[in-house]
């Protein structure tokens, strides 16, 4: 496997599996779900499209390596990804109810849904979370879960529960947006965790972007892997996007 294949579903295993330090609820007394979310003071990215395009590099046990990223969205819809190193090397594109990732060095594709993923994961995934933590916002508690809300000074602690992990978002209060995301797996008990930096207002937008995100996995064995992603700009819009993705002949379907 190439590495630009491994850029993007790196990115994608953290975002849709990472695990992080055991973490102890805050403890904010019984509250309803509603009463919950009343009190969190999240502000998240608003779009119809949106595009965005930087440099992304990850460091994992035998991977070095930096590229160009390009990310393409239709709010709640669609999500398309390119990695290159020179040449186009991983096209995704994922919807509401599949995943499909292009390797183009290799001439292999993957195919699949997020029922796939989450067993494969350990995790229940959905495309609203993958959506949400590439724009570094506000995830909401599932359906059945009340989360705990701790407010400290300049920043807000928002956890809960999602099957065997527990999920816990750092919001910062002036700007009402996301700095951080983490995870915990109460069965492995592997570490990580997403941190969004470098906020700008986007144009004609009161909202501010995190132009830089660092995810960090440490497994409970083996080396820690770290990616990062920088911005150089963002557009949200401006213009009706094109996802194309089309698996050319004679590619291998890879398992």
């Given amino acids: 496997m190439n590495k630009c294949f491994l850029l993007v579903l790196l990115w994608l295993g953290v975002v849709l599996g990472g695990c992080s330090p055991k973490i102890v609820p805050a403890n904010t007394g019984r509250m309803t779900p509603a009463k919950a979310a009343e009190m969190v003071k999240a502000t998240n990215v608003d779009f ?19 590229a160009n990223l390009s990310l393409r969205m239709r709010k709640d819809s669609v999500i398309w990804l390119s990695v290159s190193l020179g040449i186009e090397g991983v096209r995704a594109y994922i919807t509401r109810d599949s995943i499909q990732v292009l390797n183009y060095l290799q001439r292999e594709y993957y195919a699949g849904n997020f029922d796939y993923l989450s067993k494969r994961l350990n995790v229940p995934v959905t495309f609203e979370q993958v959506q949400a933590a590439l724009l570094g916002n506000y995830i909401t508690a599932p359906a059945g879960s009340t989360p705990t809300v701790l407010t400290e000074n300049a920043s807000q602690k928002v956890q809960f529960n999602q ?30 965790s997403a941190d969004y930096s470098d906020f700008r207002a986007l144009e004609n937008s009161m909202v501010q972007f995190a ?12 080396a820690a892997s770290t990616l990062t992603i920088n911005y150089r700009n963002v ?3 401006k213009e ?15 398992k």
């Fill in 48 to 66: 119809r499209y949106l595009k965005a395009k930087g440099k992304i590099k990850v460091d994992m046990p035998g991977v070095q390596q930096t």
């Fill in 211 to 222: 132009y830089g995100t660092v995810v960090k996995a440490q497994p409970t064995k083996g």
């Fill in 235 to 237: 557009d949200v819009d």
């Fill in 163 to 192: 099957a065997s992990v527990l999920i816990t978002q750092l919001i910062e209060l002036a700007r009402g947006r996301m700095t951080q995301l983490s995870v915990v797996d109460s069965a492995t008990q592997n570490r990580f």
């Fill in 240 to 254: 009706r996007l094109a996802f194309p993705f089309s698996v050319p002949k004679g590619y291998v379907r890879k």
